[in-house]
């Protein structure tokens, strides 16, 4: 028979990459090289380091004029969950929450004091259980844990619209950029050859802007927002958890109550599924 600790440990996950972030990435840059190099084009076409330069420095000023320095700071820092999901599946989650529920109906929920305590990967659960131990009321705990939770919403929300704002400004900041090279064009309208490549040099800043916009700023602020929902939703379960273990709910009806949100996550994955499916039948 395992120990607590033995079950916690088995309880704990270490993060993963995000598979569908690398290969998307993969996916979207095969197919439009791929199509550059089918249409007769190479990759010395795209590959302008002054269009790059003018896209990508001009793109992060005009985030910087319009975002707060520290909030940029801490988008940036988001980024790692474009590529790596660290949060844990929801089942293990629960178990945990079940393991601290039937310690609590056996010892009493002061004996989770010292578990509680050893909490390191999960500040939110933490928090909940060791103001459960302590006696909090369970509507002050209530009203707390949830003020955590709608500034984490606020947080995160903030943080997703500084890569949206990003997106807005590079597809702009490429057009500046063809016009820039446009007017180097014009310079030397004399050498017809020169001015036909001088001006598919200038279009590839349009690329790069909204190329960087559509397939790597836009998407990552969605992929920050969907996993900030994710977030939210596992605070929703671990305050539920511990509201249930500081009652003294019994942990065969906890585990069916705490059950609802694998539910909701498996019914949340098969509507996609079904809205994925109908849009490659649809005519």
Do not use: C
């Not at 920050?224 to 511990?242: N, P």
């Amino acid at each position: 028979m395992r120990t607590m600790a033995n079950e916690k440990k088995g309880a704990a996950v270490r993060g993963r990459i995000d598979f569908a972030t690398v290969a998307g990435l993969a996916v979207a840059g095969i197919g439009l090289l791929g199509g550059l190099i089918l249409e007769g084009g190479q990759f010395s076409d795209v590959a302008q380091y002054t269009a790059a330069l003018i896209v990508g420095a001009g793109t992060a000023g005009a985030v910087m004029v319009t975002m707060p320095h520290t909030l940029i700071i801490s988008a940036l820092r988001r980024l790692r969950d474009v590529f790596w999901d660290s949060a844990p599946p929801r089942a293990a989650l629960i178990a945990q929450l079940l393991l601290f529920a039937r310690q609590a109906r056996r010892a009493g929920i002061v004996s989770l004091e010292e578990q509680g305590e050893a909490i390191a990967d999960n500040p939110f659960l933490k928090k909940a259980l060791m103001l459960a131990v302590d006696g909090t009321d369970l509507q002050d705990l209530r009203r707390i844990m949830e003020l955590e939770i709608e500034a984490a919403a606020r947080r995160g929300e903030a943080e997703a619209k500084v890569f949206e704002t990003a997106g807005g400004y590079a597809p702009t900041i490429g057009i500046i950029g063809a016009v820039l090279g446009l007017i180097q064009v014009m310079k030397h309208l004399e050498d017809m050859e020169r001015v036909g490549h001088g001006i598919a040099v200038a279009f590839v800043a349009t690329v790069y802007g909204v190329g960087l916009a559509n397939l790597v700023l836009l998407p990552a602020g969605a992929k920050i927002r969907a996993r900030l929902e994710q977030s939210l939703e596992d605070r929703e379960l671990i305050l539920e958890g511990v509201i249930g273990i500081a009652e003294g709910m019994n942990p065969k009806l906890l585990e069916s109550k705490l059950g609802a949100f694998v539910e909701e996550e498996a019914a949340g994955i098969e509507r996609k599924e079904s809205v994925a499916g109908e849009a490659v039948i649809t005519p």
